[in-house]
C-alpha cells in the first residue's frame, strides 16, 4: 500500500473519483462490465482518499450524477478549484519567502 501512496502522491496532485453510476451495457466491442468489481474498486479508492497517508486533494462524482454533460462540468468544477487552490498556496509560499523557479 505504501507504494501505492508514494506513487500517486508523486505523480497526482488530484484526484477525481467516477463513481460506478452508470448501467452496464453489454456491447461486443467492449470488455464485459462486472458490478461488483467495480464497487470494489469503488471503496479502495475511497477509502484511499480519505487516509492521512494521501497528501492530495480529491473529489468524487456522487452517483446520482449520470447525466454526461452534468458529469463533465462537475470534473470541470473540480479541476478549476483545484487550480484555484493550488495558486492561492503558491502565493502563501511566496509570500513566506519561498522563492519558485
Given at each position: 500500500?505504501?507504494?501505492?501512496?508514494d506513487?500517486?502522491?508523486?505523480?497526482?496532485?488530484?484526484?477525481?473519483v467516477?463513481?460506478?453510476a452508470i448501467?452496464?451495457?453489454?456491447?461486443e466491442?467492449s470488455a464485459?462490465g462486472?458490478?461488483?468489481?467495480?464497487?470494489?474498486?469503488?471503496?479502495?479508492?475511497?477509502?484511499?482518499?480519505?487516509?492521512?497517508?494521501?497528501?492530495?486533494?480529491?473529489?468524487?462524482?456522487?452517483?446520482?450524477?449520470?447525466?454526461?454533460?452534468?458529469?463533465?462540468?462537475?470534473?470541470?468544477?473540480?479541476i478549476?478549484q483545484?487550480?484555484?487552490?493550488?495558486r492561492?498556496?503558491?502565493t502563501?509560499?511566496?509570500?513566506s519567502g519561498?522563492?519558485f523557479?
Amino acid at each position: 500500500m505504501s507504494r501505492c501512496f508514494d506513487v500517486t502522491n508523486r505523480h497526482f496532485s488530484l484526484v477525481f473519483v467516477v463513481q460506478p453510476a452508470i448501467p452496464i451495457v453489454d456491447d461486443e466491442k467492449s470488455a464485459p462490465g462486472e458490478a461488483a468489481f467495480m464497487e470494489h474498486m469503488n471503496a479502495l479508492v475511497l477509502g484511499m482518499c480519505s487516509s492521512e497517508l494521501y497528501q492530495g486533494v480529491h473529489y468524487y462524482l456522487p452517483r446520482k450524477i449520470v447525466d454526461r454533460q452534468q458529469r463533465v462540468t462537475a470534473l470541470a468544477n473540480s479541476i478549476a478549484q483545484s487550480v484555484n487552490l493550488s495558486r492561492e498556496r503558491a502565493t502563501q509560499l511566496q509570500e513566506s519567502g519561498v522563492a519558485f523557479h
